[in-house]
């Protein structure tokens, strides 16, 4: 069992900068591929970030890419996400996941989920 505990959320103006962090606890965190996705109000839950075991790949959601940055410290349990520039469209709920296989952007073949940290972003 691995259990997902997001924070940093909050209120940021546009073309500001926020990061999230994602502190995992339970089974090797290495050993689990990582994503972050959103939810916006009235919105299904969309992909946002992935991030192989090791950190050597990356995968970012159109929307995104440029903008923001998935990364992970295995040392330290730890996935973040650094949010650049942010828009007032990517004000929503974020969560982040976990996956003993290579889910990239495929939400159901994550296993675990966080309980999702609030981002406003102002215009």
């Known amino acids: 069992q691995v259990q997902l505990v997001e924070s940093g959320g909050g209120l940021v103006q546009a073309g500001g900068s926020l990061r999230l962090s994602c502190a995992a606890s339970?089974?090797?965190?290495?050993?689990?591929?990582m994503g972050w996705f959103r939810q916006a109000p009235g919105k299904e839950r969309d992909f946002v970030a992935a991030?192989?075991?090791?950190?050597?790949?990356?995968s970012y959601a159109d929307s995104v890419k440029g903008r923001f940055t998935i990364s992970r410290d295995n040392a330290k349990n730890t996935v973040y996400l650094q949010m650049n520039s942010p828009k007032p469209e990517d004000t929503a709920v974020y969560y982040c996941?976990?996956?003993?296989?290579?889910?990239?952007?495929?939400?159901?073949?994550?296993?675990?989920w966080g309980q999702g940290t609030q981002v406003t972003v102002s215009s």
């Open positions: 991030i192989s075991w090791s950190g050597s790949s990356t």
């Open positions: 339970g089974r090797t965190f290495g050993n689990y591929f």
């Open positions: 996941a976990g996956s003993a296989r290579s889910a990239w952007r495929d939400a159901p073949l994550y296993n675990y």
